[in-house]
């Protein structure tokens, strides 16, 4: 079957939309039709060839389509499902059936580097392979091939084209704040770098009724956007700024939980120095280097690093479409939507913090 895809080249660091050959889903497969995909950062990485992604590949992995076909053995969806694809999960592992799929014991095979030449969900251009399955859906294409663990029904009332960017991005901001801080009503709460993923821990934080939601970062556009989505206060973090000081100003004793997106070091130390007394720090970016030890151990800190926001996601995708349905989790405020076709485009916008979460469209 023909597809438009998206392809990236090892050493290229930009898409090629091209006309492939899918190979037929197979009888566990989900053949799903986009209506959109969401571009995360992974994405921009693996093109650059440092996800371990075999190349040439279809990348994307916030999907959202209608189900066009299944296989014999499928029963979780029927055609004519709208579906939401996420992060692929074994759900055969201790810590996939311990209710843990994000930290699957085959997460990286099955999400990055397995590439899966020549199975269902692969694709070829005349006699060149090209590597499908990223995240198991690979939706920078017009199709994709997916299975039951990564295919999430979701209501047909809600803007499907958008809807993918649940799958990902916003469920670790959302899903770190709700689930694995699991911030109290009440609480106080920082928030460091507020792109994609930390905008939506600032909307998790709104709906979990934290008193103090604070958003940190270097863009005073980005400040001002968490505010809309329900920031109550914002630190513009720059060298001369003390911004765990700065925090100090607004929750006196620290704050319960701090949120980092960003991986950096400074912002990392900042985050540690801004909490109180047995505070969580999570992280769901590597940090760039190990923060200074002793405070962890002096006020009963805790580490928490997070993937995808401890998220179930046959759970927690249908409920952040709900909260948004009940206008209580506007995530389209973040979303800017482009044609499939202008895929680079979209990548230079987002680097030039031009826009903050583009979403490609395929035509119907
Ligand atoms: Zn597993
Ligand atoms: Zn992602």
Redesign the pocket.
Known sequence: MKVRAAVAYDGRHEFFIEELDISEPGPENILVRMAGCGL????VKACEGNMGVPMPAVLG??GAGVVERVGARVTKVQPGDHVVLTCDSCGACPTCLAGNPAYCDQLMPLNFTDGRAGEPGSFHSGATEVHGHFFGQSSFCSYAVTSERNTIPVRTDAPLEILGVLG??VQ?GAGAVMNSLAASAGSAIAIFGVGPVGLSAVMGAAVCGCSAIIAVDVLPSRLQMAQHLGATHTVLAHPQVNVAEEIRKIAPSGVGCAFDTTGRADSNQHALDSLTAKGIFGFCAAPAEAPKMSRVMSRGISLRGIVQGDSVPDVFIPKLVDLYMNGRFPFDKIVTKYPFEKINQAVEDQAAGKVVKPVFLFPS
């Open positions: 995360c950062h992974t994405d992995h916030e990902c991005g670790t």
